[in-house]
């Protein structure tokens, strides 16, 4: 079982639709999740962090976590065509407070 | 305020080869990272310093070295290239949180 998974993508949804992005980790002990954008050819960057259960919101981004289910979600609202990029799930290890990276998944927002 | 630092951009190797890349930041962070991400897969954490003078292994650190002599610079070596060794390296600080990191722009490395 991979330590954190996402669900695969290519993701493609309208302008000013909701995109909903899932990630599932596999070590119970974790406390710290992240998620970054990531654009073609650029490097990753941070766009939120949440460490309690339930939602936390940031402008047009939502995430939501359920440690008893180890899941963790994202979710875009009013997407942009500038929202289209690969989103990737990371979790903190509980052992070594070091991260796992899920594959990440591609989003495309089409006008 | 550059942020983190990365160079060179891309680098093409021949196997047996070894080269530095070079990572610095201005961001006074303790903890460094670098990481590499292959096509389709997450970053892996290759080597992580918590400090000058303080470096451990992360995930798969065969192949590489690094040292940590201040804390704007955490250069990593690669010894003998190996074509698996072909892949994006991202070098990474942060304060104190691994997840809150800040990205340098990125080392695009082929070994040939």
């Known amino acids: 079982q991979k330590e954190v998974e996402q669900n695969s993508g290519p993701l493609s949804v309208p302008e000013g639709a909701i995109a909903s992005l899932n990630c599932t980790y596999s070590d119970r002990g974790s406390q710290s999740f992240f998620w970054y954008r990531q654009y073609s050819g650029k490097s990753p960057e941070l766009i939120m962090s949440?460490?309690?259960?339930g939602d936390k919101e940031d402008g047009r981004f939502t995430a939501q976590l359920n440690k008893a289910s180890q899941y963790v979600s994202l979710l875009i609202r009013d997407s942009q065509p500038s929202d289209s990029a690969t989103y990737l799930c990371a979790v903190e290890r509980s052992n070594d407070y070091k991260l796992s990276f899920g594959a990440g998944t591609t989003v495309t927002v089409r006008a | 305020n550059a942020g983190v630092t990365q160079t060179p951009k891309f680098r093409i190797l021949k196997i047996g080869q070894s080269m530095t890349l070079q990572c610095t930041q201005d961001?006074?962070?303790?903890?460094m990272y670098w990481y590499r991400q292959d096509p389709g897969m997450g970053l892996k954490l290759i080597y992580y310093s918590v400090g000058a003078g303080i470096t451990d292994k992360g995930e798969v650190p065969n192949g590489y070295n690094v040292s940590r002599s201040t804390t704007e610079d955490f250069p990593l070596r690669l010894e003998l290239a190996a074509p698996s060794q072909t892949s994006v390296y991202f070098c990474a600080s942060s304060y104190g949180v691994a997840g809150e990191a800040f990205f340098g722009q990125g080392t695009r490395l082929t070994v040939v």
């Open positions: 961001m006074n962070h303790n903890y």
């Open positions: 949440i460490y309690s259960n």
